[in-house]
């Protein structure tokens, strides 16, 4: 079998994972990105394309889907590999270089690794119903692929965390109703995002179904007629709805990660913040993935933390080059 050769193979193509190409890139360092779904971004592009986001750097606002597009603009003059809808499973390590093989048999020799896997392999918590199924992908959603489908329309939001509620808060200027159903009298969303609902529901845009849980969804050919939620008290409602979007938040498993023998503190890699290597030479962590004192889950922490891997990985797989630090400005764009 043909082995894919790399200088840095990098697991996760999320936000992090992607701007590591640009900072290997810069340094003349060519990159493999392996993720196991079908398409890259990670959480921006798997759970809130179409939201905007206020924190990064000289955009007031940007989409999260907008921000994935721009950095795979920029890192297409590094012309990396992408391995998608795979995972990395097995890791082996042979004089200081490592092979790793993805569940669809793929082998890469790389001289490093720089591990972006966010929370992991991750995939959302579903409501337990047994028929769910069913409906997935048609009147139910996990995360929101074009909001334009909700226009007009009957939406139920289950959950009582910041995604439920920044979405009901999204949606309700376009769509008919918005039932917004959870299972405690408090919600875990920020206190803002509470008053903003509250006041949706004095304007009628907004119906709070609270405290219920969801029971049971009925309909046909993955087209939901009815959702019924289910009072402590087995009282029930009745609901019709067009869609479901159940907001648990989400199931993360560093799933083969764990096996590579490195130190791990709550389902997080612990790296040396200097140089984002982990407890294993050569094998480096950025983004949500890792952790140290202070360690902050943001998009432009990741960014910063690709620089330090990045610059790292240099140093590992030329000991004896010195590094000279350059601005982009004065270097422009190393092309590969
Ligand atoms: P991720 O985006 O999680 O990407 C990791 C990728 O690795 C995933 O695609 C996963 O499939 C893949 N992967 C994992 N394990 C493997 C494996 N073994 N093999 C192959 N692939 C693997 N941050 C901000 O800075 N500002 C915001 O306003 C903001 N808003 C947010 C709103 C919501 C609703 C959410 C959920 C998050 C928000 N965040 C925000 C957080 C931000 O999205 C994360 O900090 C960021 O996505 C982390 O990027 P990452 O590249 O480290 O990981």
């Known amino acids: 079998m043909k082995k ?6 990098i697991v996760g193509a999320g936000p992090v994972g992607l701007f590591c190409v640009f900072e290997l890139g810069q340094l003349g360092l060519k990159s493999c990105l392996v993720d196991s779904l079908n398409e890259i971004g990670g959480q921006c592009t798997a759970l809130y394309p179409e939201k905007p986001i206020y924190d990064i750097p000289a955009y007031t606002k940007i989409s999260a889907k907008k921000l994935i597009e721009k950095l795979d ?21 042979k004089k200081e270089k490592f092979i790793l093989k993805t569940s669809k048999n793929k082998l890469v020799n790389a001289k490093c690794i720089i591990i972006a896997a966010g929370n992991g392999v991750f995939g959302p918590n579903k409501p337990p119903l047994s028929n769910i199924e069913k409906f997935e992908g048609k009147s139910v959603f996990y995360s929101i692929p074009d909001k334009s489908i909700f226009k007009k329309k009957k939406v139920a939001i289950a959950g009582g965390g910041n995604s439920a509620a920044d979405w009901a808060i999204e949606l309700a200027s376009t769509t008919k109703i918005i039932y917004f159903i959870h299972r405690r009298k408090n919600l875990r969303a920020a206190p803002n995002s ?12 907004v119906k709070m179904v609270i405290p219920y849980q969801i029971d049971s969804l009925k309909g046909t050919n993955g087209l939901i007629d009815e959702l019924v939620v289910r009072h402590l008290t087995d009282k029930t409602i009745h609901i019709k709805t067009d869609y479901l979007l159940p907001f648990f938040g989400l199931s993360s498993d560093l799933g083969p990660i764990k096996k590579w023998e490195l130190k791990i503190d709550k389902n997080e890699l612990t790296i040396n913040q200097s140089t984002c290597e982990t ?5 480096f962590a950025v983004g949500d993935i890792c952790t140290y004192p202070g360690k902050l889950k943001l998009i432009l922490t ?35």
């Open 73 to 93: 603009s920029q890192i297409k003059p590094f012309k990396p590999t992408f391995l998608l809808d795979q995972t990395v499973e097995c890791l082996m390590e």
């Open 302 to 336: 990741g960014f910063s933390e690709a620089a330090i891997a990045s610059q790292s990985c240099y140093k590992k797989i030329f000991p004896e080059k010195k590094l000279h630090f350059e601005y982009s400005t004065t270097k422009g764009i190393n092309k590969l």
């Open 4 to 9: 894919i050769e790399t200088d840095v193979l």
């Open 194 to 205: 509470v008053k903003e609902l509250e006041k949706l529901e004095k304007k009628g845009k």
């Open 279 to 283: 407890s294993r030479k050569g094998i």
